[in-house]
């Protein structure tokens, strides 16, 4: 397959589970909800909870794919997680209160 029909079946994937947070996010937190697509991630959600600001990053990855656009059975390792984007970002989380969902289907 092609590496432009990729990319953009992955813009297409991202986008279909940015929509359903987007739903979730002002369903929550109502008029204090705020959104920034590709921020420091995929999507960066901000709201006020108890006395502070509260962010959370967004990274969302499409199931795997074979050469031709087939969907493996195989899921997202967590070493291969780990290595796409979790120890680069762990203490810049934790010193700014901020949290970051992972969202990986198999």
Do not use: C
Request: glycine share 8%; no cysteine.
């Amino acid at each position: 397959m092609a590496n432009g029909v990729i990319a953009i079946r992955g813009f297409d994937y991202q986008a279909t589970i940015i929509l359903e947070a987007l739903f979730d996010h002002f369903e929550a937190h109502g008029p204090d909800a705020k959104v920034r697509p590709e921020g420091q991630d995929d999507l960066d959600l901000h709201w006020t909870e108890g006395v502070g600001p509260r962010l959370r990053h967004i990274q969302v990855k499409k199931p795997r794919e074979d050469s031709y656009g087939n969907r493996q059975p195989a899921a997202w390792t967590l070493s291969e997680i780990v290595s796409v984007s979790v120890v680069r970002q762990f203490e810049t989380d934790q010193a700014f209160r901020e949290e970051r969902l992972w969202l990986i289907r198999g």
